[in-house]
């Protein structure tokens, strides 16, 4: 384990580096404070942190709080390492956010023992982190494809709204749909139908942009929320997608199928609601069904003005 010693003495610093060391660890040293600090705020900071509390530029105290004042997940383990016995001063150090306390003169045999403490904690740390991680994974993605599920890319479209409006970007959502998908379910079965969505997820990640976000509303359906440029053609990152899939053979059981996309795509204004954008999108998806399939359809372009939504204003 990487540990950090802040201690101003040199010959104090120099032992406690020894006995760690020894002990298998890697050992890093600052002098003071402020030098601590500084390593701390480092993206690969030390996980454990043995601190001293009288020391020039920033004391043991002021270092502990400011550590704890950082936004992170992953908080160090910090020993304050004190020649104060008294129970006031103890208390003082902890209620700073030490995690543990060691007394100066230190005893080796204490200081592994203690240091053994801190890496426990920090393992347990890292393995709750490890588990919500995954049940908020589990939670905002779709079982077959391992898209983001439906709740989870409507999360996103709201947020994405709100920072359009904020930085006054332009916010496009597709409404993709598998044409004819029923007809694959009915004559190869399920399994191939299975294996028709999950080649398509490939497909999204391979043609999507960095900024390009999607999620299966269900079934068949597609979300794809992208934002873009002012003045750009909205068309053209979804008529991509389109003409990618349409270009595709795609691997099943049954053989190689081709299949085809239909997409409605419409454009959120400062008003926008996430509302009315999947209903714009939707009208505009059942309009290239209706034309043909295979096509992206511009809400926007059945009255050839864009779509009146709350808080704007139709030109």
């Known amino acids: 384990m990487r540990i950090l010693i802040a201690e101003d003495d040199f010959t104090s610093r120099a032992m406690l580096a020894a006995v760690l060391r020894k002990s ?26 043995i601190v001293d ?7 043991g105290l002021e270092l502990v ?5 950082l936004p992170t997940d992953h908080p160090p383990y910090l020993i304050m390492l004190t020649a104060k016995g008294e129970k006031a001063d103890i208390i003082t150090g902890l209620d700073a956010g030490a995690n543990d306390y060691l007394g100066k003169p230190f005893d080796p045999g204490e200081l592994r023992a203690r240091v053994e403490v801190g890496s426990r904690m920090i393992e347990m740390q890292a393995a709750l982190i490890a588990s919500r991680e995954a049940l908020v994974h589990q939670a905002t993605r779709d079982p077959l494809t ?7 890319i ?18 496009a959502v597709g409404m993709c749909d598998i044409d004819h998908f029923k007809r694959i379910n009915d004559t190869h079965g399920h399994q191939t139908g299975d294996e028709v969505l ?12 960095q900024h390009d976000t999607v999620g299966r509303m ?3 359906e597609f979300l794809v929320v992208s934002t873009m440029q002012a003045g750009a053609d909205c068309r053209l990152p979804f008529d991509r997608i389109r003409q990618l899939v349409a270009d595709s053979r795609i691997a099943t059981r049954s053989g190689d199928l081709a299949i085809t996309l239909s997409i409605g795509v419409a454009l959120a204004g400062s008003g926008a609601t996430v509302d009315t954008l999947l209903e714009a999108s939707d009208l505009a998806l059942y309009r290239a069904k209706g034309a043909g399939r295979n096509r992206v359809v511009l809400a926007q372009d059945q009255e050839d003005t864009p779509i009146s939504l709350p808080g704007e204003d139709a030109p």
């Open 154 to 171: 409507l999360d996103h479209l709201d947020k994405e709204l709100a920072h359009a409006r904020r930085h006054g970007e332009l916010l």
């Open 218 to 220: 269900g079934g068949e």
């Open 198 to 209: 999950c080649s398509l997820t490939q497909i999204f990640k391979h043609s999507l942009r």
């Open 24 to 49: 298998g660890h890697e050992v890093l040293e600052a002098g003071n404070g402020a030098e601590a600090w500084e390593m701390l705020q480092q993206p690969q900071a030390p996980k454990l942190v």
């Open 146 to 152: 391992g898209m983001f599920n439906r709740r989870a």
């Open 65 to 69: 709080r400011l550590v704890r004042s």
């Open 53 to 59: 509390w009288m020391m020039p530029e920033l004391d």
